[in-house]
């Protein structure tokens, strides 16, 4: 066993607030908006009509529930720092996003422009401004709070040393702030040997048999347990049913690595974790799938026409720079392991891999001045929507990889192939979530990546990598 110390973000949902503290701070959220759209509408009808807003107005109360509705689809009443990922702040965003396309396509088709000065389109416009940063500020202030009043957690890990030992690495290089402590190896061959260990001047003591006991002592967040659940005893696993049943927190590591990492690593996984799991919806839902190939085709076709005043320039400033096509193809791994031609903005000097395939590395060489440029904002990528429109491809999904580099990483990744269920994307959860890497352990890390999209696929999901992708390019941190 192992129990671990930790003062990190990832333990948001496991703060140990009291219910009402909580329930307060989501009241005075809500009030929170409803006080910031009425301000907020108030404001606009003044600068467009020089009028007061009219408490009386019903539109109003359904404008403010519409609002209140779509904050609430994406979250950020929920008082998790993070969700798949996305801030409290950029949820609010999403929602304000979402509840303004609602509120349009609703107005539109039901003819109410014009009826009332509140749903007309400049009043609208005008007070979404003020309401986002309004919005935001209050998550933005929330989110401070819980980072400073989070409190200590502590875990039971009952599993192998050295994966728990791996377990606390990975802590460490995602900057987790996380000490695990070795107290009792429970998967050893003799687990009636009774284990002495001096950590900070404390010797902690224990065995199988007094493990109820042991929990008892000391207040914990909860028990993590390793892959090989089945090696438990029948009184082990009583034991923790009792524990679940009492409101004690019981993870397998891939799952807490999933809900807290929003990654799952392929280590931590075995055959009948997928048998029983939940989600990967998208391999087997219909709906899901079709809607996702419907999105795709209407949003590749505008932005290719979109895209053009840009995609013209670029081409002739690739023909400039260096000798060689404006374009490059390359042979990627699609859909069921099918192999496709992908399209790119030639990014590199021609005859680059004369020395045989390469990994690209984020200074590399190979790369001209243009190149370097059209990279950095992921310009290079347009072409690839060519690819989706031809159904080759999804917006966002796993990577595709060369065949070359597949034969490699399939023999040392385990369920490397899974990636492959789903359609490759020109973005996708890796892509935004892990810094720019080329080696065998940078395709282990995006892989634990993709499997959390692909089990988590959402629309929800897709609208929040399409967000941090576009603060990549405008961040300049495109990879």
Same mark, same amino acid.
């Given at each position: 066993m192992f129990y671990s110390k930790q003062r990190s973000k990832?333990?948001?949902?496991?703060?140990?607030?009291?219910?009402?503290?909580?329930?307060?701070?989501?009241?005075l959220l809500v009030v929170g908006d409803v006080i910031g759209l009425l301000v907020c509408f108030n404001l606009a009808l003044q600068i467009r009509v020089s009028e007061t807003l009219d408490l009386r107005t019903p539109i109003l109360y359904g404008l403010i529930a519409m609002y209140l509705f779509g904050l609430y689809l994406t979250d950020t009443y929920k008082l998790n720092r993070e969700v798949s990922g996305v801030r409290l702040s950029e949820r609010a965003v999403i929602g304000i996003l979402v509840t303004i396309v609602g509120v349009t396509c609703g107005i539109y088709f039901t003819g109410l422009w014009g009826s009332e000065p509140i749903v007309g389109r400049s009043v609208l416009l005008i007070s979404v401004c003020p309401f986002s940063i309004w919005a935001v500020s209050s998550r933005m202030i929330v989110d401070r709070w819980l980072r400073a009043n989070q409190q200590i957690g502590r875990f039971l890990v009952l599993g192998n040393y050295q994966k728990v030992v791996d377990f606390r690495r990975e802590h460490r290089r995602l900057n987790f702030r996380t000490e695990f402590v070795p107290f009792f190896d429970y998967f050893a061959e003799d687990t009636s040997v009774e284990r002495n260990l001096e950590i900070g001047g404390n010797t902690l003591l224990d065995t199988v048999d007094n493990f109820d006991s042991t929990w008892k002592q000391q207040y914990w967040s909860g028990i993590l347990i390793d892959g090989a659940e089945r090696n438990l005893s029948e009184q082990m696993i009583r034991e923790l049913m009792d524990m679940r049943l009492k409101g004690v927190y019981v993870y397998s590591i891939a799952d807490f690595c999933e809900q807290f990492w929003q990654k799952i690593p392929p280590k931590y996984i075995q055959d009948d974790w997928f048998a029983f799991t939940s989600g990967f919806n998208i391999l087997h839902n219909r709906i899901k799938v079709k809607l996702k190939q419907a999105i795709d085709l209407v949003v590749a076709g505008v932005m290719l026409i979109v895209t053009l005043p840009i995609t013209i320039p670029v081409a002739i400033a690739i023909k400039l720079n260096s000798k060689g096509p404006i374009f490059y193809s390359q042979v990627r791994t699609g859909l069921n392991g099918k192999k496709f031609r992908v399209h790119k903005f030639r990014s590199m000097y021609q005859n680059a891999e004369a020395r045989g395939i390469q990994w690209a590395t984020e200074k590399d060489p190979r790369i001209t001045p243009v190149g370097s440029f059209?990279?950095?904002t992921r310009i290079d990528e347009l072409p690839q929507l060519w690819n989706v429109f031809k159904g080759e491809m999804s917006l966002i999904g796993p990577r595709p990889e060369r065949p070359e580099f597949d034969l490699q990483l399939r023999e040392e990744i385990p369920y490397y192939d899974v990636r492959y269920l789903v359609k490759p994307g020109i973005t996708g959860w890796a892509q935004v979530c892990y810094? @720019?890497?080329?080696?065998?352990? $940078?395709? @282990?890390?995006?892989?634990?990546? $993709?499997? @959390?999209?692909i089990k988590n696929y959402s629309i929800f999901l897709d609208l929040a990598i399409a967000i941090k992708t576009l603060r990549v390019v405008v961040l300049g941190k495109g990879r």
């Open positions: 990832y333990l948001s949902t496991l703060l140990m607030y009291s219910r009402t503290s909580r329930m307060i701070i989501v009241c059209i990279r950095l810094p @720019y890497g080329a080696s065998v352990e $940078d395709a @282990y890390q995006k892989v634990a990546y $993709d499997l @959390y999209y």
